[in-house]
Nanobody, 115 residues
Framework: QVQLVESGGGLVQAGGSLRLSCAAS????????MGWYRRPPGEQRELVAL???????NYADSVKGRFTISRDNAKNTVYLQMNSLKPEDTAVYYC?????????WGQGTQVTVSS
């Protein structure tokens, strides 16, 4: 089992920045993948960014060059630095972990970008 707790969401104007944090109950080094998904209003959940235990990173095309995922294994925490935010980034952001072949999700944190 892996418990994930997100923080850092909120309301920001377009062009602004936010940093999301996800604290994991297990060592982030022992998870296969960790990352972030989001669910925009009225839409399906979609991938934002993933980082593997080996450090490989994947980003959705829509966030490349604006968002940065990173991991602090000493703190068992994964971060998502979001810059140049756009109104279309408005969504509930969920932390994700793949561990032992099972998927785990955080409770979600709301990010709202005003125009």
């Amino acid at each position: 089992q892996v418990q994930l707790v997100e923080s850092g969401g909120g309301l920001v104007q377009a062009g602004g920045s936010l940093r999301l944090s996800c604290a994991a109950s297990r060592s982030t080094f022992s998870t296969n993948y960790m990352g972030w998904y989001r669910r925009p209003p009225g839409e399906q959940r979609e991938l934002v960014a993933l980082i593997s235990s080996g450090g490989s990173i994947n980003y959705a095309d829509s966030v490349k060059g604006r968002f940065t995922i990173s991991r602090d294994n000493a703190k068992n925490t994964v971060y998502l630095q979001m810059n140049s935010l756009k109104p279309e980034d408005t969504a509930v952001y969920y932390c994700y972990a793949l561990y032992g072949g099972l998927s785990f999700w955080g409770q979600g944190t709301q990010v709202t970008v005003s125009s």
